[in-house]
């Protein structure tokens, strides 16, 4: 389709949100003439989810935001079984009170992006343990599971991927996508839900709910799903040199979120803008325009724009001012990430390299002193040569902190307990 007439489904295509619909006249005269409920499934496989999943997040902000119904639905259920798509090997299985911890955690961060209530375009939040939980099984195979064909699950990618690398597929792994398309009707049934969305290797997963209504008696169902994003030199999306960014602030900073923003690569500049940010198209095509060293003013905007949405504008400044105090006057800012060591250790003197690793900004030793010898490494904004530097008391600024850079965007500030 080459235009939609649905602002919902206009913005989402215009921003790049779209992979596949499964029909796209169909879905568009339904955003157009109906306030739609739709949801997408969250893994509560960590206490945070990472930046990997802010596009399904955007995905339910533009649906409040063009009138409609979002629900993130939380696998309460089915995070104790496990998404089989595309993973070399089956998940460690987590207990229930693990599961509720996480799915507690993840909460937080959603009322930064949705407006939740219980008025009929107020976004919800459910878990699907309150269905599957109490499901008896015997009934669950007669009334469900003669609907499905083992032939046509194998012939899913996300199946198809672990049959042909002759790796296992649990009995456990396979009755997942049943469940989740079971989700589908439930939703259906509770919430008037019509619409499932998720990334890509979700597609067969959410057309299996679709074809499952349809032999159930629900309205008819739809699927759209949005690209496995990765950037422009190929990393996942939601991870960094310095492991997963979270969403989380107890898990990851708001300086630190911004730094992994600022730090996006020239080409991927725009993309970013239209996925991560709200900004008025226009805007986004001038700042997409810039070139040279002005594309880093792009990448601050960038950086900016996505922090002031999950934290918030008045820490997404600071960030920026940080930075700004940080690389454009050298100034040590009082707001950069710190870590505390024991004054006893430097009293007695404490080695550059384990003090790298205390703070973070190196797995072990060996790293350290790589960076040591690669010329990335500063004390107090000195250059350190000596991977044998021993820090002490004396090394303290005026401030009484220790300030350690790692290349020219990695500072940790270091104070005394």
């Known amino acids: 389709m080459s235009a939609f007439k649905s602002d919902y489904l206009r913005i989402l295509s215009e921003r790049g949100f779209i992979h596949q619909i499964s029909d796209e006249q169909g879905l568009d005269d339904l955003f157009r003439t109906q306030t739609v409920t ?41 995070g104790m079984v496990g998404d089989p798509s595309f993973k070399d090997e089956a998940r460690q299985l987590m207990t229930p009170e693990t599961i509720a911890a996480n799915i507690a955690s993840i909460k937080t961060v959603f009322s930064s992006y949705l407006n939740f209530g219980e008025g009929p375009k107020d976004a919800l939040m459910v ?56 989700d589908f009707v439930e939703l259906n049934k509770r919430y008037s839900v019509r619409l499932q969305m998720g990334g890509s290797d979700q597609w067969g997963n959410i057309v299996s709910g679709i074809d499952l209504g349809h032999r159930m008696g629900t ?134 390299l384990s003090l790298f690793v205390r703070a973070g900004l190196a797995a072990s030793n060996g790293e350290a002193r790589r960076h040591v010898q690669g010329g990335a490494v500063r004390l107090n904004d000195q250059p350190v040569s000596d991977d044998r530097r021993m820090v002490t008391l004396a090394d303290l600024t005026p401030e009484g902190v220790l300030k350690l850079s790692l290349g020219k965007k990695k500072h940790i500030l270091v104070r005394t307990a």
């Open 38 to 78: 739709a949801y997408i499934g969250f893994d509560p496989t960590a206490p945070s989810l990472h930046a990997g999943g802010l596009i399904q997040i955007m995905m339910l902000h533009w649906m409040q935001a063009t009138g409609h119904r979002p629900i993130a639905l939380m696998g309460g259920g089915t």
């Open 127 to 182: 878990n699907n343990a309150d269905w599957l939980l109490p499901i008896k099984y015997l009934e669950f195979l007669r009334d469900v599971g003669r609907h499905f064909s083992v032939n046509r699950m194998l012939s899913f990618d996300s199946v198809k991927l672990r049959l042909d690398r002759e790796q296992s597929l649990s009995f456990l792994e396979f009755n997942y996508m049943i469940l989740q398309a079971y």
């Open 219 to 352: 309205p008819q169902l739809y699927a759209l799903t949005s690209p496995l994003l990765t950037t422009a030199s190929g990393v996942k999306m939601g991870k960094s040199l310095g492991g997963a960014v979270w969403l989380n602030a107890d898990m990851l900073g708001a300086y630190d979120f911004w730094q992994y923003w600022r730090n996006t690569e020239d080409a991927d500049v725009g993309r970013f803008l239209k996925l991560y940010t709200t900004l008025p198209m226009d805007e986004i095509a001038r700042l997409e325009s810039l070139g040279g060293t002005e594309i880093n003013d792009a990448k601050k905007v960038l950086a900016t724009e996505v922090t002031a949405l999950l934290h918030g504008r008045v820490a997404a400044e600071q960030a920026a001012e940080t930075a700004r105090k940080t690389f454009e006057e050298g100034a040590l800012a009082e707001t950069l990430p710190t870590v505390e060591v024991e004054r006893a250790s430097l009293e007695a003197g404490t080695g550059i």
